[in-house]
């Protein structure tokens, strides 16, 4: 399990040894690559995700449970009807459509 605020903390150590040897190539009229690393920590500190994977299929499940048109999902059934709702549940939410390698991104239960 990732944990968020300890990989937060490393990140941000990393950054700080990095902005003082930038700072002193700064001082030293060697460098400017120091100003950005405070950019870029602010940057990263904003990044906090809106909902996290498992509160987005929460919410879509949850809405599903709420509609009174009955959906079947299985091998065996066309999956266009539900693949429609997942658009219109993430439009909905104007989150961002699939990035193209995103079936490389997640794990089936039971497969290997």
Known sequence: MVD???DMKKLMETLAKSSES?????KSGLST???????IITTIESQEPEI???????A????????????TMSMYHNSAE?????????????WSE?????????????EE
């Open 4 to 6: 968020k605020g300890k």
């Open 22 to 26: 930038q700072e002193a190539f700064v």
């Open 33 to 39: 690559e120091g100003a950005k690393t405070s950019r």
């Open 52 to 58: 996290t994977p498992r509160e987005a299929i929460t």
């Open 60 to 71: 879509f499940v949850a809405w599903l449970t709420t509609r009174e048109t009955v959906v």
């Open 82 to 94: 539900p693949c429609d709702l997942v658009k219109q549940f993430c439009d909905w939410n104007k």
């Open 98 to 110: 699939c990035r193209n390698d995103y079936t490389e991104r997640y794990k089936i239960p039971g």
